[in-house]
């Protein structure tokens, strides 16, 4: 008989449990209102979790979404313009 243990162990299946941020701690990464991310998150506006009726939770993924949605591009380049001097009077 072979001593090989078939029983399948379901901790080895498990992935390890996401970061997650309440709101406070969200804010303090985006140095930030906490009042500014609890009215981004119940508008709709950010995702998050909802947990309760108080309760908001932010996971990495959150975070990293949020920080794409807010990235911001540069205005195009503007020709510089020629400065005309006015007539004397």
């Known amino acids: 008989m072979d001593n090989i243990d078939h029983a399948t162990d379901e901790t080895d299946l498990r992935q390890p449990a996401p970061r997650v941020y309440t709101v406070n701690q969200l804010a303090d990464i985006l140095q930030i209102d906490p009042r500014a991310v ?29 920080l794409a949605s807010a990235e911001a ?17």
């Open 73 to 89: 591009t540069p205005p195009p380049e503007r020709p510089a313009r020629r400065r005309t001097r006015r007539p004397s009077l």
């Open 38 to 66: 609890r009215t981004k998150a119940k508008a709709g506006t950010w995702p998050h979790l909802d947990l309760g009726p108080k309760t908001i939770r932010f996971t990495d993924n959150h975070l990293n979404t949020i």
